[in-house]
């Protein structure tokens, strides 16, 4: 059966993140069956595909539509997410004598944030898979996300989210006509009470990394990066990790570049810097050898509400690309982001979400202590904007 489905995408199976298992692409997957972790979706390219087609592409996301895993284009949930422009901040590398610093704004996709990538993915997987509806415990963004997808495609949306979340992302939520289930606590509190109500098994949960698609929404950002550069790479890439499927997604998209030539194997690829909140930094603590690994870590509440994942199910994933890339993690304080903010709008004019002004204190952090080099090329991710964050900074700009 599989052999017969004709698709533009070049998707062959899934893989276990942990033992390498194949499974299949043509049906519908959670988490791998042998380990019980995350699916990874591998390609196979059968003639060489030039680089040259993207050219005359809409400038989305799905211009990299060979290797992404939607079958039929008649599924494709869109609502123009992806191509983010990427901003280089000459005013700030001048005042910290940097060469090159640069950013890529996220907040400018669709629903404000990075997690339309994932979502639109995921939703359009889902619509393939003919299912009913859609399930997601989120500490904002993706919530909002995967509502706005849902309503596009005619697909129910539960959401199920922190008390404490700011109250854009809730009334977004509203507006997009999802049911909304608030919870005291995290992100796990609200993936247990999903589970609860999702018991039957009606609608597919998309939490992170528990389907295999939302990464796939997500490396869209590292094909970008190469395109808009010219496909050539920065030294260092920052990226806010709570899930961690963007660092995960970005390292991946690397690879498969060179696997298709549109990058050289010979270039360098970039040190992959996974930053995360003082008050939950779970990767930071096994990265460092604090704890065998985040399945028991307690975390609190951040400013920076999507780095409020106290064990994300994809922790060895993101170690591997730390240790891969030769990267490093570390964590901000709930008052070096609100620093981060400030110079980030003074200096830019930029109002980034909190997680964005976590990856640019981490950036001064480590250029203070040499770990890296003032003339290296330094790349940003912001993740969202920061106006869905008002009740978490508002008055807090005179430090």
């Not at 951040?302 to 170690?319: F, K, Q, S, Y």
Request: net charge neutral.
């Amino acid at each position: 059966m599989e052999s017969t489905i004709q698709t533009l995408s070049h998707i062959a199976h899934l893989t276990c993140s942990a033992c390498g298992n194949n499974h299949s692409a043509f049906q519908p997957q959670l988490l791998s069956t042998c380990c019980q972790l995350p699916l990874e979706s591998q390609y196979e390219i059968a003639e060489p595909l030039s680089k040259s087609i993207l050219s005359a592409r809409p400038a989305t996301m799905w211009r990299y539509r060979e290797m992404l895993p939607v079958f039929s284009d008649e599924n494709i949930v869109s609502l123009g997410e992806g191509f983010t422009p990427i901003l280089t901040l000459n005013n700030l590398a001048r005042k910290y004598s940097l060469s090159n610093l640069q950013l890529k704004d996220e907040g400018q996709n669709p629903t404000g944030s990075f997690k339309a990538r994932g979502l639109s993915m995921a939703i359009s997987k889902a619509k393939e898979f003919e299912t009913e509806g859609c399930i997601i415990p989120t500490a904002g963004n993706a919530g909002v996300a995967m509502a706005a997808y849902c309503a596009k495609a005619g697909m129910k949306a539960v959401v199920v989210m922190p008390r404490h979340t700011p109250k854009a992302f809730k009334e977004e939520c509203y507006w997009y006509g999802a049911d909304v289930q608030l919870v005291d606590g995290l992100i796990n509190d609200c993936a247990a009470r999903a589970k609860e109500l999702n018991a039957d098994g009606s609608l597919l949960d998309v939490s992170t990394l528990k389907e295999p698609y939302r990464l796939e929404g997500k490396k869209t950002m590292g094909y970008e990066i190469a395109e808009q550069l010219n496909w050539s790479l920065p030294d260092v890439i920052l990226y806010p990790a709570g899930g961690g499927t963007g660092l995960i997604g970005i390292w991946k998209a690397f690879k498969e570049m060179q696997q298709l030539g549109w990058l050289p194997k010979s270039i360098k690829l970039p040190r992959m810097i996974a930053v995360q909140a003082a008050n939950c930094q779970p990767l930071v603590e096994t990265y460092f050898g604090h704890q065998e690994n985040c399945k028991n870590y307690i975390g609190k509440p951040t400013i920076a509400n999507g780095l409020a994942v106290p064990r994300p199910l994809g922790e060895h994933m993101m170690l591997r690309v730390l240790h891969e890339s030769g990267g490093t993690a570390l964590s901000i304080t709930e008052q070096e982001m609100l620093e981060g903010l400030q110079e980030l709008g003074k200096k830019e004019g930029l109002f980034v979400a909190p997680e964005g002004a976590a990856v640019w204190m981490a950036a001064r952090k480590l250029v203070e202590a040499g770990k890296i080099d003032r003339d290296e090329k330094i790349m940003l991710l912001n993740t969202g904007s920061g106006q869905k964050y008002m009740d978490n900074v508002e008055g807090k700009y005179n430090l």
